[in-house]
């Protein structure tokens, strides 16, 4: 007749629960401090004959015609897009 009904064990007593370990405390990334304030790309190649990939790495860097020129941020993300078409353009790096 008890079989669904479980029997209460320590009625008086709380459930012990685990000590709350206090959350690491994840520190901001320092920005490296970067040594120029921009960089001034202009496409001396063409693409033509490239692979779609270097084309689309210069349509990404906004370059898609000979001697046009872009300002970019110096950031990780465009320092590995200029080493992808090194040889197709010009850095000038702006203080």
């Known amino acids: 007749m008890t079989e669904g009904k479980t029997k209460p064990q320590d009625k008086g007593k709380p459930a012990k629960q685990p000590a709350a370990k206090p959350a690491p405390q994840v520190k901001a990334a320092a920005k ?14 063409s693409p033509a004959g490239r ?4 084309l689309a790495t210069l349509k990404g860097l906004g370059l898609n015609k000979m001697r046009r020129t872009r300002m970019l941020e110096d ?3 465009v320092r590995g897009m200029i080493a992808c078409v090194k040889h197709l353009i010009r850095v000038e790096e702006i203080r």
């Open 32 to 45: 490296p401090a970067s040594r120029t304030k921009g960089l001034k790309l202009t496409q001396i190649a």
């Open 75 to 77: 950031t990780p993300a």
């Open 51 to 54: 692979g779609e990939r270097q």
